[in-house]
């Protein structure tokens, strides 16, 4: 099993930045794809972005491209998501995700956290 844990979810104005962090823990596998989806209130689960380890590739979803970022410390078992630019229609939980795969539905990822909430004020 794999435990993940997200952090770093907040408040903050349009136009402002937020740092999440994801810590893996358990049978870890540097192999593992890892990704961040998100989820607002009466929508389905969003795919954000996926990193694969190596080699290192990284895939966004359309409305986060060129605001948010995905980075890797495969060393610590942690991933990264620097969001720029932050839009009120990034409110949502913000979720961890990691699999063998990367893809861009979620159910192709084994394991989850619980989520972290992000809320942007216009």
């Known amino acids: 099993q794999v435990q993940l844990v997200e952090t770093g979810g907040g408040f903050v104005q349009a136009g402002g930045s937020l740092r999440l962090a994801c810590a893996a823990s358990?049978?870890?596998?540097?192999?593992?794809?890892m990704a961040w989806f998100r989820q607002a209130p009466g929508k389905e689960r969003e795919f954000v972005a996926a990193?694969?380890?190596?080699?290192?590739?990284?895939y966004y979803g359309d409305a986060v491209k060129g605001r948010f970022t995905i980075s890797r410390d495969g060393a610590n078992n942690m991933v990264s998501l620097q969001m720029n630019n932050l839009k009120p229609e990034d409110t949502a939980v913000y979720y961890c995700?990691?699999?063998?795969?990367?893809?861009?539905?979620?159910?192709?990822?084994?394991?989850w956290g619980r989520g972290t909430q992000v809320t942007v004020s216009s």
């Open positions: 358990g049978r870890t596998n540097s192999r593992y794809a």
């Open positions: 995700a990691a699999g063998s795969v990367a893809d861009t539905l979620p159910e192709r990822y084994t394991y």
């Open positions: 990193n694969t380890w190596r080699p290192s590739t990284t």
